[in-house]
C-alpha cells in the first residue's frame, strides 16, 4: 500500500519554509512526512520548535523515538490530515510555523523536529474529499503492518 502512494505535491520542508506553502493547494487531504533516499536519521532530546506550551513539555525521550523508528519502515515518519477551510495549505503552514517558533497550534507530529536535518525531510499530499476516513485508513494500514504508528503518530 504504502510503496505505491502518488502525490500530487511532493516538496521538502525546506522549501515549504522557503515559499510559504505557495505551491500547495487549498483543497482538503492528506499529507505524510517521509525521508528521502539516504537520509540518516538521528533524534534528538532538543528541538528547533518550541518546548513547552501552556506548561507542558512538547519534547519526546530521544530513546523512545528511536525505539518507535528501528521497528517501523523507516520512510514514513507521519501520517496527518488537513481538512480546514484552507485545506492542505493551511495545515502545512500551520506545521512550518509551529515548527519554526511562530506556532503554537499545530502540535500533531512535533516529534519530526527533533530529527537532525529535518529541514530536508519530504512531505508529498495528496487531494481527497474525505481527509479524516483517508488519515485513519492509512495510519491503521501501518499499524498492521508494523505493529507501531508512524514515528510522529503518537496517536491516532
Not at 64 to 69: G, P, V
Not at 127 to 146: A, D, M
Request: hydrophobic share 30%; glycine share 8%.
Amino acid at each position: 500500500m504504502f510503496d505505491d502512494l502518488t502525490f500530487d505535491n511532493d516538496e521538502t520542508i525546506e522549501n515549504l519554509l522557503r515559499t510559504n506553502c505557495i505551491n500547495i493547494p487549498t483543497y482538503k487531504g492528506v499529507y505524510v512526512i517521509y525521508t528521502p533516499n539516504d537520509f540518516e536519521i538521528n533524534f534528538n532530546n532538543s528541538t528547533i520548535a518550541i518546548t513547552e506550551f501552556k506548561g507542558q513539555n512538547m519534547l519526546y525521550h530521544k530513546d523512545i523515538l528511536k525505539q518507535k523508528y528501528d521497528i517501523s519502515d523507516k520512510k514514513i515518519l507521519y501520517i496527518g490530515k488537513a481538512s480546514g477551510q484552507r485545506g492542505l495549505n493551511q495545515r502545512l503552514q500551520q506545521m512550518i510555523r509551529y515548527g519554526y517558533h511562530n506556532g503554537t497550534n499545530k502540535r500533531g507530529g512535533r516529534a519530526i523536529w527533533q530529527i537532525s536535518n529535518c529541514e530536508k525531510l519530504h512531505v508529498g499530499c495528496f487531494l481527497c474529499e474525505n481527509p479524516r476516513v483517508k488519515e485513519v485508513e492509512l495510519i491503521t494500514s501501518y499499524l498492521h503492518l508494523y505493529g507501531v504508528y508512524p514515528v510522529a503518530n503518537m496517536t491516532t
